[in-house]
């Protein structure tokens, strides 16, 4: 006989929020929910534990969550959903599908893998923004995320977020931590013009912070400092439009 679950445990897979955040989704203040697992290894990730260690996290129940929501009713203007990579959760509808009958707008943190996933998310009108990572230049990215080759589905991620994005009122970002070995000049200006080619409106480069890592010798990576970085975002804005974060 199947066990029907319990609405007060029933959970999502979430294992931590940050009530309210003003750094996760530019001019919003959202709450951000982390989601565990990740089909990636990236050295240099900032949630290892989340990436690792995920079944040995508790998961935050939905009442729990319901209430963390809503308790900041009319405060917040959305929810971040970030990971680990949430688009390897089959539960991930269900959790957008939830949160947009609290009321809430959706941003989506994703790695860019799963493009049937993040087709079906925006034809179910389950997001209202998306930040894709490349990781780094398509031909470097076993070695940035230490797996095989998956760029070719990255590739088709970002092609449906440009035509998603022209069609409706999607808000997409794609966007590159500098990380110095993974990410060299080269890759940032190859990745620009590949963006470019593609028609996407604009490119975000981010500061490395080194602080906590997945693997112990990412930790070790000094920053470029913010003079290159300026230098480059600059090069790269030859093929579209270039900010630079942090
Ligand atoms: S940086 Fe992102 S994609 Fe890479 S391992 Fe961490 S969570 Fe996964």
New binding site residues.
């Given amino acids: 006989m199947a066990v029907k679950e319990d609405a007060a445990v029933m959970s999502f897979g979430i294992k931590g929020f940050v009530p309210l955040s003003m750094l996760d989704w530019e001019g919003r203040l959202v709450t951000t929910i982390f989601l565990g697992n ?5 050295p ?5 534990s ?2 690792l260690d995920h079944k040995n996290l508790p998961d935050i129940p939905q009442d729990m969550l319901k209430d963390a929501l809503t308790s900041k009713g009319g405060w917040v203007d959305g929810v971040c959903i ?4 949430p688009t390897i959760s089959s539960k991930l509808p269900e959790l957008a599908r939830f949160i947009k009958g609290l009321g809430l707008q959706i941003k989506l ?1 994703t ?1 860019g ?1 799963q493009p049937r996933m993040l087709k079906s998310l925006i034809d179910d009108k389950l997001i209202d923004a998306v930040a894709l ?1 490349i ?1 780094t230049s398509f031909s470097k990215y076993p070695l ?3 797996q095989p080759d998956m760029s070719e589905k990255v590739k088709q991620s970002i092609d449906l977020l440009i035509e998603a994005e022209s069609k409706s009122n999607l808000e997409v970002e794609f966007r590159t ?1 500098a990380v110095p070995t993974f990410v060299e000049r080269e890759d940032v200006l190859q990745i620009a013009e590949y963006l470019a080619k593609a028609g996407a409106k604009r490119y975000h480069l981010q500061q490395y912070n080194p602080k906590v890592t ?1 693997e112990p010798s990412a930790g070790e990576i000094k920053p470029y400092n913010k003079d290159f970085l300026a230098d480059l975002a600059q090069e790269a804005s030859k093929s579209l439009p270039v900010y630079l974060r942090g």
């Fill in positions: 990740c089909n990636f290894r990236c240099f990730c900032h949630n290892a989340l990436v970030s990971g680990g990579e943190d790695n893998t990572d990781k940035a995320t230490q931590t997945l």
